[in-house]
Protein backbone atom coordinates (compact mmCIF):
# COMPACT_ATOMS: atom_id res chain seq x y z
CA UNK A 1 0.00 0.00 0.00
CA UNK A 2 2.72 2.57 1.21
CA UNK A 3 4.19 1.70 -1.99
CA UNK A 4 1.38 2.77 -4.15
CA UNK A 5 1.14 5.89 -2.36
CA UNK A 6 4.52 6.63 -3.57
CA UNK A 7 4.62 5.90 -6.92
CA UNK A 8 1.66 7.75 -7.30
CA UNK A 9 3.10 10.75 -6.16
CA UNK A 10 6.60 10.16 -8.43
CA UNK A 11 3.94 10.03 -11.37
CA UNK A 12 2.40 13.12 -10.43
CA UNK A 13 5.76 14.97 -9.99
CA UNK A 14 7.63 13.83 -13.24
CA UNK A 15 4.17 14.53 -15.16
CA UNK A 16 4.25 18.41 -13.58
CA UNK A 17 8.00 18.74 -14.09
CA UNK A 18 7.10 17.63 -18.10
CA UNK A 19 4.52 20.43 -17.72
CA UNK A 20 6.47 22.91 -16.37
CA UNK A 21 9.12 22.32 -18.55
CA UNK A 22 6.63 22.56 -21.92
CA UNK A 23 5.29 25.37 -20.82
CA UNK A 24 8.70 27.49 -20.94
CA UNK A 25 10.21 25.61 -23.46
CA UNK A 26 11.29 28.27 -25.81
CA UNK A 27 11.42 31.08 -23.20
CA UNK A 28 14.21 32.36 -21.84
CA UNK A 29 13.07 33.84 -18.17
CA UNK A 30 11.38 30.67 -17.93
CA UNK A 31 9.63 30.46 -14.63
CA UNK A 32 10.63 33.64 -13.47
CA UNK A 33 7.59 34.56 -15.22
CA UNK A 34 5.32 33.15 -12.91
CA UNK A 35 7.16 35.81 -10.09
CA UNK A 36 7.30 38.72 -12.73
CA UNK A 37 3.77 38.70 -13.43
CA UNK A 38 1.97 39.71 -10.66
CA UNK A 39 4.23 42.32 -9.89
CA UNK A 40 3.67 43.28 -13.53
CA UNK A 41 0.11 43.24 -13.08
CA UNK A 42 0.06 44.80 -9.40
CA UNK A 43 1.68 48.04 -10.75
CA UNK A 44 -0.25 48.84 -13.08
CA UNK A 45 -3.83 48.04 -11.91
CA UNK A 46 -2.74 49.42 -8.82
CA UNK A 47 -2.32 52.69 -10.67
CA UNK A 48 -5.76 52.45 -12.74
CA UNK A 49 -7.60 50.92 -9.53
CA UNK A 50 -6.33 52.21 -6.14
CA UNK A 51 -8.36 55.42 -7.12
CA UNK A 52 -11.71 52.94 -6.60
CA UNK A 53 -10.43 51.34 -3.33
CA UNK A 54 -11.86 53.07 0.03
CA UNK A 55 -8.13 52.26 1.51
CA UNK A 56 -5.94 53.09 -1.64
CA UNK A 57 -2.72 52.45 0.51
CA UNK A 58 -4.09 48.89 1.44
CA UNK A 59 -4.86 48.75 -2.47
CA UNK A 60 -1.68 46.68 -3.99
CA UNK A 61 -1.33 44.31 -0.74
CA UNK A 62 -5.54 43.62 -1.69
CA UNK A 63 -4.88 43.14 -4.99
CA UNK A 64 -1.70 40.75 -5.21
CA UNK A 65 -3.05 38.34 -2.63
CA UNK A 66 -6.44 38.22 -4.01
CA UNK A 67 -4.92 37.48 -7.34
CA UNK A 68 -2.48 35.33 -6.68
CA UNK A 69 -5.25 33.05 -5.39
CA UNK A 70 -7.61 33.86 -8.26
CA UNK A 71 -5.03 32.60 -10.30
CA UNK A 72 -4.43 29.55 -8.43
CA UNK A 73 -7.69 28.54 -9.39
CA UNK A 74 -7.76 29.48 -12.86
CA UNK A 75 -4.98 28.26 -14.05
CA UNK A 76 -5.46 24.64 -12.34
CA UNK A 77 -9.12 24.54 -13.97
CA UNK A 78 -8.48 26.00 -17.44
CA UNK A 79 -5.14 23.66 -17.83
CA UNK A 80 -6.81 20.25 -15.93
CA UNK A 81 -9.91 20.64 -18.39
CA UNK A 82 -7.98 18.94 -21.17
CA UNK A 83 -6.15 16.53 -19.03
CA UNK A 84 -7.63 13.33 -20.42
CA UNK A 85 -7.54 14.27 -23.91
CA UNK A 86 -3.87 15.47 -23.78
CA UNK A 87 -2.68 12.35 -22.33
CA UNK A 88 -5.12 10.30 -25.00
CA UNK A 89 -1.74 7.93 -25.38
CA UNK A 90 -1.22 7.58 -21.95
CA UNK A 91 -4.48 6.98 -20.45
CA UNK A 92 -4.60 4.32 -22.09
CA UNK A 93 -1.57 2.68 -22.13
CA UNK A 94 -0.30 3.24 -18.99
CA UNK A 95 -1.41 1.64 -15.69
CA UNK A 96 -1.23 4.76 -13.67
CA UNK A 97 -4.19 6.03 -12.00
CA UNK A 98 -6.42 7.96 -13.87
CA UNK A 99 -6.75 10.88 -11.21
CA UNK A 100 -3.34 11.58 -11.66
CA UNK A 101 -3.30 13.90 -14.71
CA UNK A 102 -5.97 16.03 -12.80
CA UNK A 103 -3.88 16.32 -9.93
CA UNK A 104 -0.74 16.96 -11.59
CA UNK A 105 -2.42 19.74 -13.38
CA UNK A 106 -3.46 21.13 -10.16
CA UNK A 107 -0.22 20.43 -8.67
CA UNK A 108 1.71 22.93 -11.67
CA UNK A 109 -0.75 25.39 -10.27
CA UNK A 110 0.08 25.25 -7.15
CA UNK A 111 3.70 24.89 -7.61
CA UNK A 112 3.58 28.38 -9.75
CA UNK A 113 1.53 29.73 -7.26
CA UNK A 114 4.55 28.93 -4.81
CA UNK A 115 6.57 30.54 -7.12
CA UNK A 116 4.43 33.66 -7.01
CA UNK A 117 4.71 33.92 -3.22
CA UNK A 118 8.16 35.14 -4.08
CA UNK A 119 6.42 38.53 -5.52
CA UNK A 120 4.38 38.44 -2.34
CA UNK A 121 7.00 38.56 -0.32
CA UNK A 122 8.68 41.27 -1.95
CA UNK A 123 5.30 43.62 -1.81
CA UNK A 124 5.06 42.69 2.05
CA UNK A 125 8.19 43.68 3.12
CA UNK A 126 8.21 46.44 0.86
CA UNK A 127 4.94 47.77 2.13
CA UNK A 128 5.64 46.81 5.87
CA UNK A 129 2.38 44.40 6.11
CA UNK A 130 2.83 42.96 9.54
CA UNK A 131 2.92 39.01 9.25
CA UNK A 132 2.06 37.25 12.17
CA UNK A 133 0.03 33.77 13.33
CA UNK A 134 -2.60 34.04 11.53
CA UNK A 135 -0.29 33.08 7.84
CA UNK A 136 -1.40 29.23 8.98
CA UNK A 137 -4.97 29.97 8.07
CA UNK A 138 -3.41 31.33 4.46
CA UNK A 139 -1.97 27.79 4.11
CA UNK A 140 -5.14 26.24 5.35
CA UNK A 141 -6.87 28.45 2.74
CA UNK A 142 -4.77 27.51 -0.19
CA UNK A 143 -5.07 24.21 0.39
CA UNK A 144 -9.24 24.31 0.76
CA UNK A 145 -8.88 26.21 -2.44
CA UNK A 146 -6.86 23.59 -4.28
CA UNK A 147 -9.53 20.64 -3.11
CA UNK A 148 -12.34 23.35 -4.21
CA UNK A 149 -10.11 23.82 -7.87
CA UNK A 150 -9.31 19.30 -8.04
CA UNK A 151 -13.35 19.09 -7.66
CA UNK A 152 -13.96 21.35 -10.07
CA UNK A 153 -11.18 20.28 -12.73
CA UNK A 154 -12.88 16.82 -12.42
CA UNK A 155 -16.00 17.25 -13.75
CA UNK A 156 -14.85 20.13 -16.40
CA UNK A 157 -12.16 17.31 -17.65
CA UNK A 158 -14.87 14.45 -17.53
CA UNK A 159 -17.63 16.96 -19.33
CA UNK A 160 -14.87 17.93 -21.84
CA UNK A 161 -14.07 14.34 -23.03
CA UNK A 162 -18.09 14.96 -24.35
CA UNK A 163 -18.50 17.90 -25.17
CA UNK A 164 -16.07 20.05 -26.63
CA UNK A 165 -17.95 23.59 -26.61
CA UNK A 166 -17.22 23.17 -22.33
CA UNK A 167 -13.33 24.73 -23.51
CA UNK A 168 -14.75 28.15 -25.28
CA UNK A 169 -17.44 28.14 -22.34
CA UNK A 170 -14.94 28.12 -19.05
CA UNK A 171 -12.33 30.20 -21.23
CA UNK A 172 -15.20 32.84 -21.62
CA UNK A 173 -16.16 32.23 -18.00
CA UNK A 174 -13.35 32.07 -16.24
CA UNK A 175 -12.67 35.88 -17.41
CA UNK A 176 -15.98 37.02 -16.66
CA UNK A 177 -16.04 35.44 -13.19
CA UNK A 178 -12.58 37.32 -12.50
CA UNK A 179 -14.95 40.42 -12.48
CA UNK A 180 -17.26 38.85 -10.30
CA UNK A 181 -15.39 38.12 -7.54
CA UNK A 182 -14.14 41.17 -6.54
CA UNK A 183 -10.30 40.54 -7.26
CA UNK A 184 -10.34 44.14 -9.33
CA UNK A 185 -12.91 46.38 -7.55
CA UNK A 186 -13.44 45.82 -3.76
CA UNK A 187 -16.68 44.66 -3.06
CA UNK A 188 -18.14 47.61 -1.03
CA UNK A 189 -18.01 49.11 -4.71
CA UNK A 190 -20.64 46.62 -6.38
CA UNK A 191 -23.97 47.46 -6.34
CA UNK A 192 -25.93 46.56 -2.99
CA UNK A 193 -28.24 43.90 -4.49
CA UNK A 194 -25.03 41.87 -5.48
CA UNK A 195 -23.22 41.75 -2.32
CA UNK A 196 -25.18 38.94 -0.99
CA UNK A 197 -24.75 36.63 -3.78
CA UNK A 198 -20.68 37.84 -3.83
CA UNK A 199 -20.20 36.85 -0.95
CA UNK A 200 -21.53 33.28 -0.66
CA UNK A 201 -19.47 32.54 -3.59
CA UNK A 202 -16.58 30.33 -2.78
CA UNK A 203 -14.41 31.99 -5.38
CA UNK A 204 -14.66 35.23 -3.40
CA UNK A 205 -13.76 33.57 -0.34
CA UNK A 206 -11.04 32.15 -0.88
CA UNK A 207 -9.17 35.38 -2.03
CA UNK A 208 -11.02 37.37 0.95
CA UNK A 209 -9.81 34.83 3.46
CA UNK A 210 -6.38 35.36 2.81
CA UNK A 211 -6.88 39.23 2.80
CA UNK A 212 -7.88 39.62 5.78
CA UNK A 213 -5.63 37.56 7.03
CA UNK A 214 -2.56 39.75 5.71
CA UNK A 215 -4.33 42.86 6.03
CA UNK A 216 -5.61 42.81 9.45
CA UNK A 217 -4.45 39.82 10.81
CA UNK A 218 -7.74 38.09 10.99
CA UNK A 219 -10.25 35.82 10.04
CA UNK A 220 -14.08 35.18 9.69
CA UNK A 221 -15.34 31.93 11.26
CA UNK A 222 -18.23 31.57 9.45
CA UNK A 223 -16.74 32.47 6.33
CA UNK A 224 -13.78 29.56 7.04
CA UNK A 225 -16.99 27.49 7.47
CA UNK A 226 -18.38 27.99 4.42
CA UNK A 227 -15.12 28.20 2.56
CA UNK A 228 -14.75 23.92 4.39
CA UNK A 229 -17.86 23.38 3.22
CA UNK A 230 -17.42 24.55 -0.12
CA UNK A 231 -14.04 22.26 -0.62
CA UNK A 232 -15.00 19.26 0.79
CA UNK A 233 -18.62 19.03 -1.10
CA UNK A 234 -17.13 20.12 -4.31
CA UNK A 235 -14.59 17.79 -4.14
CA UNK A 236 -16.50 14.49 -3.23
CA UNK A 237 -19.09 15.72 -5.96
CA UNK A 238 -16.07 15.84 -8.33
CA UNK A 239 -14.92 12.23 -7.45
CA UNK A 240 -17.79 10.95 -7.48
CA UNK A 241 -18.85 12.49 -10.98
CA UNK A 242 -15.85 11.26 -12.68
CA UNK A 243 -15.77 7.55 -10.84
CA UNK A 244 -19.54 7.18 -12.63
CA UNK A 245 -18.39 8.56 -16.01
CA UNK A 246 -15.02 6.79 -16.20
CA UNK A 247 -15.47 3.64 -17.99
CA UNK A 248 -17.54 5.89 -20.79
CA UNK A 249 -14.66 8.11 -21.10
CA UNK A 250 -12.02 4.97 -21.24
CA UNK A 251 -14.51 3.99 -24.55
CA UNK A 252 -15.02 7.74 -26.11
CA UNK A 253 -11.14 8.05 -25.65
CA UNK B 1 -1.28 44.20 -64.85
CA UNK B 2 -3.26 41.47 -65.47
CA UNK B 3 -1.06 39.26 -63.77
CA UNK B 4 -0.32 41.11 -61.07
CA UNK B 5 -4.75 40.66 -60.38
CA UNK B 6 -3.87 37.15 -60.87
CA UNK B 7 -1.69 36.88 -58.02
CA UNK B 8 -3.25 38.59 -55.76
CA UNK B 9 -6.36 36.64 -56.65
CA UNK B 10 -4.47 33.61 -55.38
CA UNK B 11 -2.90 35.17 -52.58
CA UNK B 12 -6.85 35.85 -51.88
CA UNK B 13 -7.78 31.84 -52.14
CA UNK B 14 -4.86 30.88 -49.72
CA UNK B 15 -5.72 33.27 -47.61
CA UNK B 16 -9.54 31.83 -47.77
CA UNK B 17 -8.28 28.18 -47.39
CA UNK B 18 -6.37 28.83 -44.20
CA UNK B 19 -9.20 31.09 -42.78
CA UNK B 20 -11.32 27.97 -43.68
CA UNK B 21 -9.10 25.40 -42.08
CA UNK B 22 -8.90 27.42 -39.16
CA UNK B 23 -12.34 27.88 -38.64
CA UNK B 24 -13.05 24.48 -38.76
CA UNK B 25 -10.42 23.34 -36.45
CA UNK B 26 -12.18 26.18 -34.15
CA UNK B 27 -15.74 24.86 -34.66
CA UNK B 28 -15.88 21.26 -35.90
CA UNK B 29 -15.95 19.80 -32.56
CA UNK B 30 -18.24 22.17 -30.92
CA UNK B 31 -22.01 21.54 -31.14
CA UNK B 32 -22.85 25.46 -30.95
CA UNK B 33 -19.76 26.73 -32.20
CA UNK B 34 -21.09 29.47 -34.52
CA UNK B 35 -23.55 30.73 -31.99
CA UNK B 36 -20.34 31.43 -29.75
CA UNK B 37 -19.30 34.51 -31.94
CA UNK B 38 -22.77 36.21 -31.33
CA UNK B 39 -23.17 35.09 -27.81
CA UNK B 40 -20.01 36.22 -26.33
CA UNK B 41 -19.82 39.76 -26.66
CA UNK B 42 -23.41 39.72 -25.21
CA UNK B 43 -22.52 37.82 -21.89
CA UNK B 44 -19.99 40.51 -21.44
CA UNK B 45 -21.88 43.43 -22.28
CA UNK B 46 -24.37 41.79 -19.09
CA UNK B 47 -21.94 41.40 -16.42
CA UNK B 48 -19.18 44.29 -17.43
CA UNK B 49 -22.20 46.67 -16.87
CA UNK B 50 -23.98 45.28 -14.02
CA UNK B 51 -21.05 44.80 -11.95
CA UNK B 52 -19.38 48.15 -12.97
CA UNK B 53 -22.08 50.49 -12.38
CA UNK B 54 -21.31 51.41 -9.22
CA UNK B 55 -17.97 52.62 -9.74
CA UNK B 56 -19.20 55.52 -12.65
CA UNK B 57 -20.59 58.66 -10.80
CA UNK B 58 -21.72 60.73 -13.64
CA UNK B 59 -24.54 58.27 -15.37
CA UNK B 60 -23.79 57.70 -18.69
CA UNK B 61 -26.76 56.66 -20.92
CA UNK B 62 -26.53 53.42 -22.47
CA UNK B 63 -23.99 52.32 -20.62
CA UNK B 64 -24.46 48.36 -21.81
CA UNK B 65 -23.79 49.65 -25.27
CA UNK B 66 -21.05 51.45 -23.79
CA UNK B 67 -19.04 48.40 -22.37
CA UNK B 68 -20.23 46.28 -25.68
CA UNK B 69 -18.57 48.69 -28.06
CA UNK B 70 -15.29 49.06 -26.27
CA UNK B 71 -15.01 45.41 -25.67
CA UNK B 72 -15.63 44.29 -29.15
CA UNK B 73 -12.56 46.58 -30.49
CA UNK B 74 -10.58 45.51 -27.80
CA UNK B 75 -11.08 42.36 -28.49
CA UNK B 76 -10.16 42.68 -32.15
CA UNK B 77 -6.95 44.61 -31.00
CA UNK B 78 -6.69 41.59 -28.63
CA UNK B 79 -7.00 38.61 -31.28
CA UNK B 80 -5.73 40.51 -34.28
CA UNK B 81 -2.22 40.72 -33.08
CA UNK B 82 -1.85 38.00 -30.34
CA UNK B 83 -2.93 35.15 -33.79
CA UNK B 84 -0.58 37.68 -36.19
CA UNK B 85 2.39 37.37 -33.55
CA UNK B 86 2.40 33.64 -33.88
CA UNK B 87 1.40 33.28 -37.41
CA UNK B 88 4.91 33.05 -38.64
CA UNK B 89 6.03 30.67 -36.18
CA UNK B 90 2.95 28.04 -36.23
CA UNK B 91 2.62 28.19 -39.85
CA UNK B 92 6.53 26.95 -40.18
CA UNK B 93 5.97 24.49 -42.16
CA UNK B 94 3.64 26.10 -44.99
CA UNK B 95 6.05 28.83 -44.94
CA UNK B 96 9.28 26.70 -45.62
CA UNK B 97 7.10 24.70 -48.32
CA UNK B 98 5.01 27.15 -50.54
CA UNK B 99 6.58 30.50 -52.07
CA UNK B 100 4.11 32.66 -50.90
CA UNK B 101 4.95 35.94 -49.09
CA UNK B 102 5.31 35.88 -45.61
CA UNK B 103 3.02 38.60 -45.00
CA UNK B 104 0.31 36.28 -45.97
CA UNK B 105 0.25 35.01 -42.99
CA UNK B 106 -0.23 37.57 -40.59
CA UNK B 107 -3.09 39.00 -42.79
CA UNK B 108 -4.68 36.13 -42.34
CA UNK B 109 -4.94 35.99 -39.01
CA UNK B 110 -6.13 39.86 -39.20
CA UNK B 111 -8.56 39.33 -41.13
CA UNK B 112 -10.15 35.72 -39.01
CA UNK B 113 -10.03 38.78 -36.06
CA UNK B 114 -12.20 41.10 -37.93
CA UNK B 115 -14.58 38.34 -39.16
CA UNK B 116 -15.52 37.71 -35.28
CA UNK B 117 -15.44 41.96 -34.97
CA UNK B 118 -17.78 41.58 -38.09
CA UNK B 119 -20.39 39.33 -36.10
CA UNK B 120 -19.86 41.17 -33.06
CA UNK B 121 -21.38 43.65 -34.95
CA UNK B 122 -24.11 42.31 -36.52
CA UNK B 123 -25.33 41.61 -32.66
CA UNK B 124 -24.84 45.26 -32.11
CA UNK B 125 -28.14 45.71 -34.12
CA UNK B 126 -30.87 44.47 -31.99
CA UNK B 127 -28.97 45.75 -29.12
CA UNK B 128 -28.94 49.31 -30.58
CA UNK B 129 -32.64 48.73 -31.37
CA UNK B 130 -33.48 47.70 -28.17
CA UNK B 131 -31.64 51.04 -26.41
CA UNK B 132 -33.88 52.82 -28.84
CA UNK B 133 -30.30 54.75 -29.67
CA UNK B 134 -31.56 56.94 -32.58
CA UNK B 135 -28.63 56.40 -35.69
CA UNK B 136 -27.60 59.05 -37.80
CA UNK B 137 -25.76 59.72 -41.00
CA UNK B 138 -22.46 59.94 -38.83
CA UNK B 139 -22.48 55.96 -38.63
CA UNK B 140 -20.48 56.56 -41.41
CA UNK B 141 -17.52 57.44 -40.05
CA UNK B 142 -16.99 53.73 -38.69
CA UNK B 143 -15.88 52.59 -42.12
CA UNK B 144 -12.76 55.14 -42.02
CA UNK B 145 -12.24 54.25 -38.24
CA UNK B 146 -12.44 50.11 -39.42
CA UNK B 147 -9.43 51.15 -42.13
CA UNK B 148 -7.63 53.19 -39.66
CA UNK B 149 -7.56 50.84 -37.10
CA UNK B 150 -6.96 48.01 -38.99
CA UNK B 151 -3.81 49.55 -40.55
CA UNK B 152 -2.60 50.04 -37.13
CA UNK B 153 -3.37 46.83 -36.25
CA UNK B 154 -1.43 45.73 -39.15
CA UNK B 155 1.99 47.50 -38.20
CA UNK B 156 1.55 46.53 -34.89
CA UNK B 157 1.57 42.65 -36.07
CA UNK B 158 4.42 43.05 -37.89
CA UNK B 159 6.37 44.51 -35.52
CA UNK B 160 5.66 41.61 -33.11
CA UNK B 161 5.42 39.20 -35.65
CA UNK B 162 9.40 39.83 -36.08
CA UNK B 163 10.28 39.97 -32.72
CA UNK B 164 8.21 36.96 -31.95
CA UNK B 165 10.55 34.27 -34.26
CA UNK B 166 13.76 36.03 -32.38
CA UNK B 167 12.30 35.60 -28.85
CA UNK B 168 9.05 34.05 -27.53
CA UNK B 169 8.80 35.65 -24.53
CA UNK B 170 7.14 38.26 -26.29
CA UNK B 171 4.45 36.24 -25.81
CA UNK B 172 4.09 36.14 -22.19
CA UNK B 173 5.23 39.81 -22.46
CA UNK B 174 2.50 41.01 -24.78
CA UNK B 175 -0.13 39.09 -22.76
CA UNK B 176 0.48 40.66 -19.97
CA UNK B 177 0.92 43.77 -21.28
CA UNK B 178 -2.74 43.53 -23.44
CA UNK B 179 -4.65 42.59 -19.59
CA UNK B 180 -3.10 45.72 -18.75
CA UNK B 181 -4.41 48.08 -21.68
CA UNK B 182 -8.12 46.58 -20.37
CA UNK B 183 -7.26 48.98 -18.06
CA UNK B 184 -6.08 51.56 -19.86
CA UNK B 185 -8.12 51.90 -22.61
CA UNK B 186 -11.45 52.70 -21.42
CA UNK B 187 -12.95 49.46 -22.25
CA UNK B 188 -15.88 49.35 -19.29
CA UNK B 189 -14.18 52.34 -17.29
CA UNK B 190 -15.19 55.99 -18.54
CA UNK B 191 -12.40 58.69 -18.83
CA UNK B 192 -13.60 61.11 -16.40
CA UNK B 193 -13.00 58.45 -13.98
CA UNK B 194 -9.29 58.01 -14.15
CA UNK B 195 -7.30 59.90 -12.12
CA UNK B 196 -5.93 63.16 -13.41
CA UNK B 197 -2.30 62.49 -14.02
CA UNK B 198 -2.82 59.35 -16.79
CA UNK B 199 -5.30 61.06 -18.18
CA UNK B 200 -3.28 62.15 -21.05
CA UNK B 201 -1.33 58.96 -21.32
CA UNK B 202 -5.00 57.25 -22.12
CA UNK B 203 -5.58 60.23 -24.67
CA UNK B 204 -2.56 58.82 -26.62
CA UNK B 205 -3.33 54.44 -26.53
CA UNK B 206 -4.67 54.02 -30.49
CA UNK B 207 -6.65 51.22 -28.61
CA UNK B 208 -8.69 53.88 -26.72
CA UNK B 209 -8.78 56.17 -29.57
CA UNK B 210 -10.34 53.75 -31.98
CA UNK B 211 -13.01 52.78 -28.88
CA UNK B 212 -14.59 56.18 -27.99
CA UNK B 213 -14.45 57.63 -31.58
CA UNK B 214 -16.60 54.49 -32.44
CA UNK B 215 -18.36 55.39 -29.59
CA UNK B 216 -18.80 59.11 -31.10
CA UNK B 217 -20.47 57.79 -33.90
CA UNK B 218 -22.76 54.96 -32.69
CA UNK B 219 -23.99 55.86 -29.57
CA UNK B 220 -23.93 59.77 -29.77
CA UNK B 221 -24.27 60.28 -33.41
CA UNK B 222 -21.07 62.88 -33.66
CA UNK B 223 -18.54 63.51 -35.12
CA UNK B 224 -15.59 62.80 -33.31
CA UNK B 225 -12.85 65.73 -32.43
CA UNK B 226 -10.53 66.46 -34.94
CA UNK B 227 -7.59 65.93 -32.44
CA UNK B 228 -8.95 62.14 -32.58
CA UNK B 229 -8.78 61.90 -36.28
CA UNK B 230 -5.43 63.75 -36.19
CA UNK B 231 -4.10 61.13 -33.42
CA UNK B 232 -5.55 58.51 -34.94
CA UNK B 233 -4.38 58.89 -38.61
CA UNK B 234 -0.56 59.78 -37.17
CA UNK B 235 -0.43 56.25 -35.61
CA UNK B 236 -1.70 54.13 -38.52
CA UNK B 237 0.65 56.05 -40.62
CA UNK B 238 3.77 55.79 -38.47
CA UNK B 239 2.91 52.05 -37.46
CA UNK B 240 2.97 51.35 -40.34
CA UNK B 241 5.87 53.28 -42.52
CA UNK B 242 8.01 51.26 -39.03
CA UNK B 243 6.31 47.81 -39.26
CA UNK B 244 6.86 47.30 -42.72
CA UNK B 245 10.30 49.48 -42.54
CA UNK B 246 11.33 46.41 -39.27
CA UNK B 247 9.76 43.52 -41.32
CA UNK B 248 11.69 44.02 -44.55
CA UNK B 249 14.85 44.93 -42.93
CA UNK B 250 14.66 41.86 -40.73
CA UNK B 251 12.71 39.13 -43.19
CA UNK B 252 15.60 37.57 -45.00
CA UNK B 253 17.56 36.92 -40.73
CA UNK B 254 14.16 35.50 -39.74
CA UNK B 255 13.40 32.93 -42.70
CA UNK B 256 16.73 32.00 -42.51
CA UNK B 257 16.12 31.42 -38.91
CA UNK B 258 13.25 29.43 -39.21
Known amino acids: ?253 | MGKRVNVIEQYIFAIRQINYKEYKNQTNEMNLGWLWDYLNPLIYMIIMSTYYQNIIVKKIENFPVFVFIGITIFNYYQSATNGAMRSIVSNKQLLIKSQMPVEIYIYQKIIMAARTMFFSFVMLIPIIMFFKIRLTWRVVQIIPIFLLTTIIIIGISKILAVLYVYFEDIGYLYSVFMTLMVFVSCVFVPLEKVPDNIRTLFQYNPIYISISMVRDCLMYGTVSHISYWVKITSWAVLLLLVGNKFFKVNKNKFVNLI
Not at chain 1, 155 to 165: G, M, P
Request: charged letters at 15%.
Open chain 1, 1 to 253: MKYGIRQYIFVIRELTAREIKRKYARSVLGIVWSVLNPLLFMIVIGIVFSGYSLYPEKYPVYFITGRTLWILFSTATMTSLTAFEDNKSLFIKAKVKRETFILSRNYTALVNLWFSCIALLIVYICVGVKINWTIIIIIIDVFLELLFSIGISFILATSYVFYKDIKNIWNHLIFIIAHMVAVFVPIERYPKNLHQITQMNPLYIYPNIARQCVLYGTFNKKELFIAIIWAVVTFILGIIYFKIRENEIVKKI
